[in-house]
């Protein structure tokens, strides 16, 4: 995943937001989650809308319908401002690539209409997509996580079965759909402590401190 795992959390970005406006913790994730596929959110993922003025008024409106009223117009640009790239995940992709393994950003993103570009979810505009062997975004394929379809694309574009590859996200829901494929999964509140759990299935050392980047000892890397 990118937001919240190599970039800054959108859900982090989403609670301090709720938090300076007086909103109950957790109300917007709970309207996403609950909204059916039809609404603004699922459709703005899955690129059948773009970030911008429809959009904000149809996800305004069904937060105002949960018992909430807020600009989402002001909270894509907090997300946005939380969305740096995480120096220690990009340092663990670049090892795992360079060790020979094959990584894919698979993201929940949306385009953004024109005179909202700042805000737009694609990260290739930063330039990550040069860390990936595989740059899959769900407002290009039409479909998004969790849905089982987009984890088997992924697979099929890295050249690898489900039982062989490792997933990272954010969310649970996320992980547990990947995790009924066969994929390993990894939920990531802190980089490194994610990245320690995927040095244990991969027998590389990806964080700093770990070592300079070798295999760890040989009876952990055939555990």
């Known amino acids: 995943d990118l937001g919240g795992v190599v970039l800054g959390s959108p ?6 937001f709720e938090r300076r406006h007086g909103i109950e913790r957790g109300f917007v994730n709970r309207v996403v989650a609950d909204s059916g596929p039809e609404s603004a959110w699922h459709r703005l993922e899955r690129g059948e809308i773009a970030l911008g003025e429809r959009f904000f008024e149809l996800f305004d409106a069904e ?3 949960a018992g909430a009223t807020l600009s989402s117009a ?16 990009i340092e663990a992709i ?8 094959r990584v894919a950003a698979l993201t929940n993103n949306w385009a953004a209409e024109p005179g909202q570009d700042g805000l737009g979810g694609t990260a290739r505009r930063e330039g990550l ?3 990936f062997d595989v740059f899959l975004e ?3 394929l039409g479909m998004r996580k969790p849905d089982p379809r987009i984890y088997l694309h992924a697979c099929r574009e890295l050249g690898t079965e489900p039982s062989e590859t490792a997933f990272l996200d954010d969310i649970g829901s996320n992980l547990k759909s990947a995790r009924e494929l066969g994929i390993a999964t990894i939920k990531v509140t ?8 995927l040095e244990s299935i991969v027998g590389l050392a990806l964080v700093a401190s ?7 000892e040989e009876e952990e890397s055939h555990e």
């Open 11 to 16: 859900l982090h970005a989403i609670s301090k």
């Open 63 to 65: 937060c105002a319908a």
């Open 74 to 89: 002001e909270m894509f640009e907090a997300i946005h401002a939380e969305a740096a790239p995480r120096p220690v995940m």
């Open 94 to 101: 670049d090892r795992l690539r360079r060790a020979g393994l």
């Open 129 to 131: 997509d040069r860390h």
């Open 138 to 140: 769900s407002s290009v």
């Open 190 to 197: 802190e980089p490194e402590a994610a990245l320690r759990e």
């Open 210 to 216: 770990s070592g300079d980047g070798s295999r760890l």
